[in-house]
Every structure is written in structure tokens, then in C-alpha cells.
């Protein structure tokens, strides 16, 4: 299990650099550290020194780098489908469509860097991943897919087994697997379907834990930049990624003013000067540290019956709370979240809800 | 139909900016603009000096512009699904589960802002749509999603039709139809899949049109800028993307060095200075004429047997043609793409392949 960080912020403000700068931090300090972009771009590459190939490779003394490419890991993710099909079909027909005909489609990118980094962690060869995202809203839709893609397969799942439709289906189930699949179709097929059950709430339980996934805002003291961090600090709480401090970039001007992150802590950088990267280096926080004291997206009191959810950067106006569904949900910033509760709290009607100290207080 | 434009270009190069320029820019000749942004943070509107929303809001004469958000967009379309299935299930499930439930997953917002955009774009109220998306590799995915979605639906179907299983489960879909819907299903379900079908192709058709769908790039003088600029440009070709210049932003030190971007012109445009819009509107090239003259980026010669793919930016050791599967495949910065080609050529194994003029000149 390793420690992965990210960073968010406008575009232009010096993510990949800061990056760049935290994985070599990591590494001096006798870590083994990944750093993975998703820059298709040679930016990093050069940053680096030497370009980057779609697997690790390594860069200096406990720092490995790579760039995380679409198209490779799509050809890798169809082999594992090619050789699960020939598990469970008598005659599998995917394997007639080759891995190197893939094009990617929106949402893939997301899907398989999610993926690749899961391998990674689960490797156990590094002690650190720095990933590099697009640092915006896209990386957000990446880290709140194991949560959100759970919810639609539970809830579909759950219709689907109520409906006339699924009643009417269920008969025809077993004479078809009998007809063309080698045995036992429902037993085999539950597995897998675990399988991917199990690998979304790992995933979920790693990104809502800030010492194994954790974020940080960059941004420079431009009011643009200032803002498009506040903004995805909101939109983080939303997915469950806790964020732990703000890093001001480039800038021999010193930090914000603390109360527009407050309660995080913001941490001027110098800008990189010809590859001068010790003061970039020198000047970062300590990352474990604030893994231990970033505020948590959500806090749950079951005696208190009381759901706190922490949405800095959003007002009253900017968060709708509904109940349509058998979960309540939470809009703000363009996300939408289904609040799974303990067993304690699930079903029951919501009494009430108010803001305070930039958080959504529910009672049930 | 509209004339779309978009820009792509590295984070903090100014594609927001420039975007707003030139939706004022037509606005002013007269034309209706619609200026649509998927940038989810405030900054968008305080540029342009009002807040925005989800719907189209009139910011001054002939200049209307919105906020294109996905949570609001996935409400819509999911009633679109409902009635869509009302239609043709007799007892339908998906009328259990309610938009507002809904989370966003990665791709949702990129397949949400092109539909949007097609219905924008055939509503006829708008002569231009500025399109201001992540210009980087997730707008390539948005452009590229109609052409490589029809790749998969008739792969698939053509592997799914002549596999053991298809066979097999044919016979089961006629009583399963007359059991649970409300009669003729095959002939029913011919139609929406059709449709789709159409739409595809239609949007297809649309983004292979300079003078529907263009791209410019947009990069400040800066080295990592202008590398991603050109990354970019040739991740655009591999989609079908045209684009049409090079706008260098925020320089007062004139344009590029020609070569870097030939044959596109290049356009120095100053930095926004306190509002001034004036001057950044005056510095922007003639669209329409960047239409006519934009490279094509596949030029199809069918008595000569020869299909020509211009793809600057990319060397010959960074593109792989292959040919595993019915078509033929282009795989070059981690975009894949299957050519669709005429009749007459389809089929035919590739004879050879050269790269002149940068383009790759491949010869059936």
C-alpha cells in the first residue's frame, strides 16, 4: 500500500512541477516514489530531463516515472477481459476483436489511470505514487468513480431484480447459460461480479482515507487561480477526497490571507529557477503530517443521529438536498453524491439540515 | 447549423480568455453567439462580469452564454431514457430511479456537452457556438466520441452477430419479447438504434467540416506551452479535427518563428489589459477564412488508391499503422484511430506507407 498525492488547481498554476518537486522530496528522504502523469504531452518529460515511456522508469536514486497511456492500458485491460470471457464462455467471441483496435472514449482515460493505479498501490513496490491529473474536474470524476459507479450498479441492480421485467427474465436465465455457456452460469458469474463489488468499495474506503489518498490545492495569488481552487477544494469534499493544504505557487510574495482556505494551511513556493529544484523542494509541507490533519469530507455521529458534511467554497444557495431515491442526496459544484449511511441511519426521512462553519449538518 | 468554434492549448495559456474574444468578436459583426463553457469554477463569469447558469443568459447584443453542467444535463437526458423507454416496455423499471440521483461518472460530462452542443447547434437560434471546454486531451475525447462509438457499435454487433452465442441467443429473443413488451420488438428497437446511428454519423460528418466544427490552438511564447500547442494540434488530426491558426497570447514580442506551426498562420495577441477587450478582438484572425484554408486532416484519393493522414508533431517512429482487425488502424499520440474508408478501398491490405510533407501517405 502506498500513499498517493494529487494536486488540483488551474491549469497553469504549476501542478505538474509541484509534482515533480514532491516525488523527488519523497524520494531524498529514502521512499520509493512513483510519479505517474497524465500529461500526454512531453511537458514533464522534459521537466524530468528524459522522456517518459507508458511504464515505470527510473529517474534518480528511489524515483521512478512514467506516463500513464490510454491506449497502452486499454490493449492491457482487454487481454484481462479476453482471458475472463474464455473462463466463463464455451465460445467467446471478444477474442475475435483485437486490444490494438481500441480507440478510447470519453471516460476511459479516468477508468483505466484509476486502475493503473490501483496495480501500482496494490504492487507494493512504492512507498509513495504522485499522481499528476488534469488537476481539475476530470481528476474529481476519477476519484469519485468507485463510489458513484457502485451506487449505479446497487441501484439498478435493485430495480431491475423488482420489475416485471427482471421477474419475466429470470426464467429465461438458466435455459440460455444451460444452451451456451459451459455450466453453471449464475454460480460463475457471481464471482467476478464480486470481484468488481469488492475492488470499487476497497477503492472507495482508500479514497476517503487522506493517508492513503490525499490532495492539495495549488494555485497562484492571481484571483483567477484563487478561485478555480476554491471552487475544486468544494467539488473534492463532494467525491470524499480530503484536501490538506494549499500550496501558492510562484510567488516570492508570501502566503493568502488564511482565512480563504482557513482551516487549511497555505504554503508559499518559490517559482523554479533554472532547475533550481531544492528551494521548490525545501519550501513544500510535510505531506504525512497533513494527511493526519485534513478536515474529513464527511463525519458521521450514528448517536447523535447527525451527518456533517464539510462543503467549504459553496454557500447555502449553491447545495440542494434531496430525497427522491431510497438514499439522500447532496448536489454542489456539479457533483452529485449518495450518501451511503450505516445500517443505524439508512431509510430514515431528514429531520433537518443547516449550514455551520462551512458544513451541511443533517439530522435524521 | 452553427458555426462551432473551440481552442485548445496548454492550462493558463488564456483559451478562456481568447474564447470570450472571440464570441464578442462575431457578436459585434452581428451574428447570435452562443458562448459555452464547461469550466465548472466562477472564473468564466466573472470575466465576463455576471454569474453563470445552466441555460443560455443574454451578456449583450447577440452574445448569450452559459455554464454547460453536467448534473444538470444528466437530469434532462435521463427524462429523454424514461420517455424513450415508456415508449416501448409495457411496464418500464427505469421510471423508479429519478435524474436527481444521479451521479456524474467519468466520460458523462464530455458525451453530456457534445449532445448539448448538437442541440444548440440544430435548435438554428445560434450562428456561432464558442466552445470553451479543458482544450487538452479530454476535448480530443469529447470530438473523437462519434466516430470511435460507431466503431465499437458495428465491431461489436458484427462479432456479437457472427459468434455462437448470437446464434444461440436469437431464438430466445422473440418469446422474450412477446412475454414482457408490448409486441414487435425487433421492429421497434430498429428505430431508436438507427437513429443513433444517424446521429453519429451526423456528428461525424459535422467535425470532419472545417467550416462546421474548427479548432485553434493557443499557446503563450513559453517553450512548455508551445510543445503542448503542438501536441495537441497533432492529437486533433488523429479525431478529424481541422485547425484552423495558432494564436500566440499575451505577448507584445510578436508571433512564433513560422516553421514551429507551418503551415498555419500565427496570430500575436496582447495580454487583457484592465477589461480592454478591444484590442484582443481587433488582433483575432478571420475565422471563416481559417475554414476554407485549415489543412484536412485525411485527404482520401480513391483512382490513385492512396489515403493521406497529416499529422505534424509527430515523427514516424511515433506512429504505429497496423491492420488486426477489419480496418485500419493509426495509433499516434495515445489516440487510436480505425479509418472508415470508401468502398473501393475497404478491405484492401495496406501496400506501404511513407511519411512526406508531414503527413503519412498510406497506399492500398
Keep these: 500500500m502506498a500513499f498517493i498525492l494529487t494536486f488540483l488547481g488551474k491549469g497553469g498554476s504549476g501542478r505538474s512541477t509541484l509534482a515533480i518537486a514532491t516525488a523527488q522530496k519523497f524520494a531524498r528522504q529514502g521512499k520509493a516514489v512513483l510519479l505517474a502523469t497524465q500529461d500526454a504531452g512531453p511537458v514533464v518529460g522534459t521537466q524530468l530531463g528524459q522522456s517518459l515511456t507508458a511504464t515505470p522508469q527510473s529517474v534518480e536514486t528511489n524515483l521512478w516515472a512514467m506516463q500513464l497511456r490510454s491506449a497502452t492500458l486499454l490493449e492491457q485491460s482487454w487481454d484481462a477481459v479476453k482471458a475472463l470471457e474464455a473462463q466463463y464462455l464455451r465460445t467467446p467471441f471478444f477474442k475475435e476483436v483485437y486490444g490494438q483496435e481500441l480507440g478510447v472514449l470519453p471516460g476511459m482515460d479516468e477508468a483505466l489511470a484509476l486502475d493503473a493505479l490501483r496495480r501500482y498501490d496494490a504492487s507494493g513496490d512504492y512507498d509513495v505514487i504522485v499522481y499528476d491529473g488534469a488537476g481539475d474536474q476530470t481528476t474529481l470524476r476519477m476519484f469519485g468513480l468507485p463510489e458513484i459507479l457502485d451506487w449505479y450498479l446497487r441501484r439498478f441492480r435493485q430495480v431491475f431484480e423488482a420489475s416485471d421485467l427482471g421477474k ?6 438458466q435455459p440460455i447459460a444451460n444452451a451456451v455457456l459451459a455450466g453453471d452460469w449464475a454460480g460463475r458469474l457471481e464471482q467476478p461480479s464480486q470481484q468488481a463489488a469488492d475492488l470499487l468499495g476497497q477503492g472507495r474506503t482508500a479514497i476517503n482515507d487522506p493517508t492513503r489518498v490525499l490532495a492539495c490545492l495549488v494555485t497562484t495569488p492571481e484571483a483567477a487561480a484563487v478561485a478555480t481552487a476554491r471552487h475544486l477544494w ?3 469534499q463532494q467525491i470524499g477526497l480530503a484536501v490538506g493544504a494549499v500550496l501558492v505557487n510562484q510567488t516570492t510574495a508570501g502566503t493568502l490571507e488564511p482565512e480563504v482556505f482557513a482551516p ?3 504554503h508559499a513556493i518559490p517559482a523554479l529557477a ?8 525545501d519550501a513544500l509541507p510535510d505531506f504525512n503530517q497533513l494527511a493526519q490533519s485534513a ?24 447545495v440542494t438536498l434531496t430525497q427522491y431515491g431510497p438514499e439522500v442526496t447532496v448536489e454542489a459544484g456539479d457533483q452529485r453524491r449518495n450518501l451511503l449511511l450505516p445500517e443505524e441511519l439508512r431509510g430514515r426521512p431528514v429531520q433537518g439540515a443547516k449550514f455551520q462553519d462551512r458544513s451541511l449538518v443533517i439530522s435524521f
Design 274 to 281: 533554472t532547475q533550481d529544484w531544492a528551494a521548490l523542494i
Design 264 to 266: 487549511l494551511s497555505n
Design 234 to 236: 468544494g467539488g473534492a
Design 295 to 318: 478536515p474529513r469530507p464527511i463525519v458521521i455521529d450514528v448517536p447523535a443521529r447527525r451527518v456533517s458534511l464539510f462543503l467549504p467554497s459553496f454557500d447555502k444557495t449553491q
Design 168 to 173: 419475466a427474465l429470470s426464467p429465461f436465465i
